[in-house]
């Protein structure tokens, strides 16, 4: 039987009408919008005896720790929320297969956000049909933290998934505290798996000006540009 699959290519920003954000509590950690996902584990409860992942918009409860707003500034992003104890991960778990049958040069591409000593490693894994062993991809952990306050710019994350092409797998996204205490709120947006094309170029940030600038007195602007694709630019 043909396990249940999600759409090649896939997009997800967390941001439609069905995904709430919550109050940053075990009893109140948002409602995910997609059955596409899941939480694991999912917050247990009334304070909180474990970490899990939830739907921020805005500032987390945490004074100090996660981003100051969504990817875009207007949405949604996932969290890694929960109490103070030792080190502990919490995924963010495909429910579905992604299949990769007529994938050429697959990626899993997210942006993520990570200030706070509390922070651990993010990482990738795989699970391939029939298996009930999570995988790790290679080259996907990324060692926190990033930023060193709350609104520094998100980073961007790309995961080549070219070790799959051909198969059904499940993915999920691993964050982590490091036991340190609870500046840890770890967060990430837009989600995107999809053929990674030779020729793509964008604009990640404007480094300056850092602040709105007059019109009748214009100022050059200055941009953090990056190579997407596979082939090099000049």
């Known amino acids: 039987v043909k396990p249940p699959t ?8 967390f941001d439609s009408p069905a995904w709430l954000p919550g109050l940053g509590t075990p009893t109140s950690p948002g409602v995910f919008g997609s059955g596409d996902w899941v939480r694991n584990p999912e917050p247990v409860g009334t304070t909180g005896a474990n970490t899990s992942i939830y739907v921020g918009k805005d500032l987390t409860p945490v004074e100090g720790t996660g981003p100051r707003w969504s990817r875009k500034n207007r949405g949604n992003y ?14 963010l778990e495909s429910t579905k297969c ?7 040069s697959p990626v899993l591409s997210f942006w993520y956000h990570s200030v706070g000593t509390g922070c651990g490693p993010i990482a990738v894994e795989y699970l391939p049909v029939g298996s009930n062993q999570w995988i790790p991809l290679s080259g996907s952990s990324l060692s926190m933290p990033f930023q060193t306050i709350e609104t520094q710019d998100w980073q961007f994350h790309q995961v080549s998934l ?9 993915l999920r996204i691993s964050l982590s505290t490091n036991g340190t205490g609870v500046m840890y709120h770890t ?7 999809y053929n990674r094309p030779a020729a793509d170029v964008g604009v990640t940030a404007i480094t300056s ?4 600038v007059s019109l009748t007195a214009p100022v050059g602007i200055n941009v953090v540009v ?7 630019q000049t």
């Open 98 to 104: 992604i299949d990769l049958s007529t994938a050429t």
């Open 226 to 232: 990056r190579n997407f694709g596979t082939a090099a």
């Open 6 to 13: 999600m759409v090649f290519p896939y997009f997800e920003n």
């Open 78 to 91: 996932l969290y890694l929320g929960g109490p103070l104890g030792p080190a502990t991960t919490a995924y």
């Open 187 to 193: 967060a990430i947006d837009e989600l995107l798996i």
């Open 162 to 170: 070219s070790l799959l092409v051909g198969q059904q797998v499940r």
């Open 209 to 212: 000006p850092a602040n709105t």
